[in-house]
């Protein structure tokens, strides 16, 4: 039944339109009336009726008030306005106002009120059609758009309420062949968030419209711009899935100039086998990690293996002819190395995890370099930033890009540093003696500690300390040696081994070459004094 409001400030008019018409048998039931617009509206608002009859001169609030208050809420309840012919004005303001049609009262005979309310219940009728096909293509809509991660997170259970979910979609859960594909939306740089979201919405229209085109059920989830589907039909096959997902990639870029990266599982015919092919396409999708932006890239997961390479080797290899390249501001030579290790992950399909640590130890190994430059918390920060970007980075061409960010950061503010690089390294090498004087330590452990070549560090260590690095060494170690000498408490063999020298001999050697004098002979000075 569909509801009904009287409005009017006679009584009879009222009464007389209750009862000059068997309104159930129409399929119309009064709920109420009312004598003005402002009673109306509170009856309005408790029955919320689908036709509501009205005068439009009443006391108080009229039917323009009555009108107006019911439109700007509701837009879809049939309002029919009462008139009379010197007051036809006021008909065509309602009209105007938002009333759906008007009655003569000399006309509210049987004939004409049935007339006109079998035409607003086939309104209401078709009205209430469309609205419960829209809910149920949004109903559907929502199922599609959800499920798949619901059944993620149900441990890929399906249960009761899963499978109602399938039944509602037309989904069929056994008797089909089904597919896992992974779409991976190129992400337009240089627009914002709002109008990626606007491009991925367009591009994935395309793949619903292809699908809906093929008969093709589906469901799906998304991540930022990836997008996993789960394909169902009994008809599909390689050969078939394969054309789909063709043409889903050459009309995105048609219209859209954007690129597809696209992976896609075997056919299975059992659900049962969702988790192992939905394991499967997340491992295999790592291979998009290497497929450059202006590339079209579909591919089977079986086709994709990934290889195995020691990162610590290849970092002994690069890492330090990378940074002295970074601390002499060759970019070129940087530029260089970088792309000749990016071709060796890329042509043997490194695993992606193991270059993200290639790449994090790298700007960790030049960062410690210039660590003494940069040692406020901002830069801090602005290192971590760096370093967590490139484990969490899906591209290996945004890890590139962030790794020359992270120079550019490093070289802008070392310019801006009272400092010399040169001057600063040999502070830590000297730092490094100093601690380790007592122990066997050698050129190449200070080049190794620092993360430089020997060669480099031979160089600026000569340039600013005029001295090669043995020699300072030695001279230290004499230096602590005399001072251990004063406490006369320590024989001699003792005092070689504290600070750092093998064997006595050497030691003696050493001592007398740099402090002109021998051991006994620098003793029996110290015992006159």
């Known amino acids: 039944m569909h509801k009904v409001l009287i409005v009017d400030d006679e009584a009879l008019v009222r009464i007389g339109l209750k009862t ?43 039917g323009f008030y009555l009108i107006d208050k019911i439109r700007s809420e509701n837009k879809q309840s049939k309002i029919l306005v009462l008139t009379v012919y010197d007051e036809f004005a ?59 991660a619901k059944i993620i997170r149900n441990d890929f259970d399906i249960n009761k309420e899963i499978e109602n979910k399938f039944k509602n979609i037309d989904f069929n859960l056994s008797q089909s062949n089904y597919v896992l594909t992974n779409i991976l939306i190129e992400e337009k740089i240089s627009n914002v968030e709002k109008n990626n979201n606007k491009i991925n919405s367009a591009v994935i229209n395309i793949v619903f419209d292809q699908l809906a085109d093929k008969n093709i ?77 202006t590339n079209l890239f ?96 899906t591209e290996l061409i945004k890890i590139k890009n962030l790794f020359f960010e992270f120079i550019d950061m490093i070289l802008n503010n070392i310019k801006n540093s009272n400092q010399s690089y040169s001057k600063v390294l040999v502070n830590q090498a000297l730092n490094f003696i100093e ?5 066997k330590i050698s050129l190449e452990n200070i080049a190794d500690e620092l993360s430089i070549s020997k060669n480099y560090l031979c160089s600026v260590f000569k340039d600013e300390t005029g001295e090669n690095t043995t020699t300072y060494i030695n001279k230290l170690r004499v230096e602590k040696a005399k001072q251990l000498l004063l406490k006369k408490n320590y024989k001699l063999k003792e005092i070689y081994s504290k600070v750092g020298f093998s064997n006595q001999y050497y ?23």
């Open 20 to 62: 000059t018409i068997d309104w159930e048998d129409l399929g119309f039931s009064i709920v109420a009336d009312a004598s003005n617009g402002e009673q109306a509206y509170q009856l309005y608002k408790k029955y919320k009726p689908e036709v509501i009859i009205t005068d439009i001169r009443m006391p108080q609030k009229d």
């Open 90 to 148: 006021y008909a065509r303001k309602a009209l105007k106002l938002g009333a759906d049609d008007y009655i003569l009262k000399t006309e509210i005979e049987d004939e004409e009120l049935i007339e006109l309310m079998l035409k607003l219940k086939k309104e209401l009728e078709k009205e209430n059609l469309d609205q419960d096909n829209k809910t149920y293509q949004e109903n559907e809509k929502s199922i599609k758009k959800t499920l798949l």
């Open 217 to 293: 059920k589906y469901i799906y989830n998304r991540d930022h711009n990836s997008y996993i589907f789960l394909l169902s039909d009994a008809s599909l096959d390689d050969k078939k899935i394969k054309t789909l997902l063709k043409t889903i990639s050459k009309a995105t870029k048609q219209y859209f100039d954007i690129n597809l990266k696209i992976i896609y599982s075997s056919i299975f015919t059992e659900m049962e086998d969702l988790y192992l092919n939905y394991k499967r396409i997340i491992e295999k999708n790592e291979i998009l990690f290497y497929q450059k932006e």
């Open 298 to 393: 579909i591919k089977k997961i079986g086709e994709i293996e990934f290889n195995n390479a020691n990162i610590f080797e290849i970092g002994k290899e690069y890492n330090i002819e990378i940074a002295e390249a970074v601390i002499a501001k060759n970019l070129e030579l940087v530029t260089e190395k970088i792309r000749e290790v990016n071709n060796f992950f890329n042509n043997n399909n490194i695993n992606p995890m193991e270059v993200k640590l290639f790449y994090s130890n790298l700007i960790t190994n030049i960062f410690n370099s210039f660590k003494t430059l940069l040692q406020t918390e901002e830069y801090l920060e602005e290192y971590e930033y760096y370093y967590y970007s490139i484990l969490n980075e």
């Open 435 to 439: 601690s380790n004087y007592d122990q």
């Open 507 to 529: 030691f003696s050697k050493v001592f007398k070459k740099i402090s002109g004098m021998t051991v006994t002979e620098y003793k029996n000075i110290i015992n006159n004094n």
